[in-house]
């Protein structure tokens, strides 16, 4: 059975070669029926080339063992990725937006429209089907790549069909203005994308806080343990690719067997990989103190006994 790193792997390469297919295909057909948004559609797609393929470096870096320079591991690379992926997005929403307004100003009548229209019908189902295809495997293997790289193949869907409707009218009505306009509309689409992929990563990269809901599930199972501990403070918690890390203060009665403090410890670790299986969990086992240095998240009543 195929693990998980090489399932990841071959969703990303069957990405970049469905991408490729289509790009070509598409600089073809918007060459010879003369439509930018065809052309449009295309660059996107060479640009989803680039995407998958440095989507299927990252898979294959953050899966890659801790080293003596990379101590906490490589999960990071996918959020890197998704940060070069998000700059070309909204370069390319840049330049679709330039040449939209001049099809606008110099609008340009259409040649064998039903070939446009073939290629995005085409376009739009290779595009449905690949979207199906990796996001299973996204859910299935936890992969936060893959998962946005189905993202944007779904919005790449989105766009085929605005493109075929775009062109049916344009070429029904032989106004020539609507090929630009249809463009600066995916133009718009793709730079809210961009802007949406390079927020998203940004946040991890930055160590941003884990979802509420999921800080709000670790303290729900270490709050029981409050009268086996004294209290508990400085929950800290971060995400990188697949990998969550969460760190504790416990704080322990000082009469307490180091040995029993350890292993007080380690059930609440234990408590805390039942709600978060892949998390890295680091306890610091503090010594009561009546003056915590940060603010306590739960305390036992006043002379409650520790066991």
């Given at each position: 059975m195929a693990t998980a790193e090489e399932r990841q792997k071959r969703a990303a390469r069957a990405a970049v070669s469905v991408a490729l297919g289509l790009a070509l295909a598409k600089v073809a057909v918007g060459l010879f029926v003369n439509s930018i948004a065809v052309l449009a559609s295309a660059m996107d797609s060479l640009l989803d080339v680039l995407a998958s393929g440095m989507n299927l470096l990252a898979i294959r870096v953050s899966h890659a063992p801790p080293d003596q320079e990379h101590r906490f591991g490589h999960a990071k690379a996918e959020a890197l990725a998704t940060s070069a992926q998000a700059l070309l997005i909204g370069g390319s929403a840049v330049y679709l937006l330039i040449e939209g307004a001049r099809r606008i100003a110099a609008p340009q009548a259409?040649?064998?429209?039903?070939l446009a229209l073939g290629m995005m019908l085409v376009a739009a189902a290779v595009s449905g089907i690949l979207v199906t295809y990796m996001r299973r495997v996204a859910r299935e293997t936890s992969s936060s790549?893959?998962?946005?790289?189905?993202?944007h193949y779904a919005t790449d869907?989105?766009?085929?069909?605005?493109i075929?409707?775009?062109?049916?009218f344009a070429a029904a009505t032989r106004l020539g203005f609507l090929d630009g306009a249809l463009t600066v509309g995916i133009a718009l689409y793709?730079?809210?994308?961009?802007?949406?992929?390079?927020?998203?990563?940004?946040?991890?990269?930055?160590?941003?806080?884990?979802?509420?809901?999921?800080?709000?599930r670790i303290?729900?199972?270490v709050r029981p343990f409050v009268g086996r501990i004294r209290a508990f403070h400085g929950l800290r918690t971060r995400s990188a690719g697949q990998r969550v890390f969460v760190e504790l203060h416990l704080e322990m009665d000082g009469a307490l067997p180091?040995?029993?403090?350890?292993?007080?410890?380690?059930?609440?670790?234990a408590a805390i990989h039942g709600v978060l299986p892949a998390a890295q969990v680091l306890i610091h086992l503090d010594v009561e103190?009546?003056?915590?240095?940060?603010?306590r998240e739960g305390a036992a009543p006043p002379g409650s006994k520790t066991s």
């Open positions: 259409f040649r064998k429209p039903t790549a893959l998962e946005a790289d189905a993202t869907v989105l766009s085929n069909l605005a075929l409707v775009g062109v049916a793709v730079g809210a994308a961009a802007f949406r992929l390079l927020r998203g990563s940004t946040r991890v990269l930055m160590d941003h806080e884990i979802p509420a809901a999921n800080r709000e303290l729900e199972v180091l040995r029993r403090a350890h292993e007080i410890g380690d059930d609440v670790e103190e009546d003056e915590p240095p940060l603010p």
